[in-house]
């Protein structure tokens, strides 16, 4: 009998849910936004180390990542930032990593990537017209535009405004 009082006690308790979850923290209850994880700020870092400088040795990388987030045209520029902060993220070493860090992170990601999806384009725009340029198909002006807006009018440097 005493067992069966006990088992329906723990029943009963099992059922509510804990006011600390595991995605909860004292510290994120203080602040306005919850804080994020260290693993996603990790793999961001990475991820726009590569983007930014493809094969480049880790300091190159986390200047980049850094340049990038400390850049007065960037939209959420992290003004108190430290290169040794990025260093930590890139090494997965931070204690933690605050929101609005990761979403600058996620920001700059989305930049970068959108900078090497306009880059290929623009090679696959010039290729396209060296293809048909050879084989007896020259493009006239019309169509060279189009491919120039096509392509956000770059060459294959990067460089706006180079292509026209």
């Not at 595991?22 to 870092?45: C, F, G, I, W």
């Amino acid at each position: 009998m005493f067992l069966s009082d006990l088992s329906e006690t723990s029943s009963q308790f099992s059922e509510r849910f804990s006011e600390i979850s595991e995605n909860h923290s004292e510290a994120a209850s203080k602040s306005r936004h919850p804080m994020s994880s260290v693993v996603t700020a990790q793999d961001l870092t990475l991820e726009i180390g590569e983007l930014c400088v493809p094969g480049g040795n880790w300091k190159s990388q986390i200047s980049a990542v850094y340049n990038g987030l400390t850049d007065e045209k960037f939209p959420l520029r992290l003004k108190g930032l430290r290169w040794n902060r990025v260093k930590a993220w890139f090494y997965g070493e931070a204690r933690q990593a605050q929101y609005h860090e990761v979403l600058a992170l996620q920001e700059l990601r989305a930049i970068e990537e959108a900078k090497r999806a306009k880059l290929k384009l623009a090679a696959t725009a010039n290729l396209l017209a060296a293809h048909l340029a050879a084989a007896g198909a020259p493009l006239d002006s019309n169509q060279m535009r189009a491919l120039g807006r096509l392509a956000g009018s770059l060459d294959l440097s990067g460089i706006a405004g180079a292509a026209e």
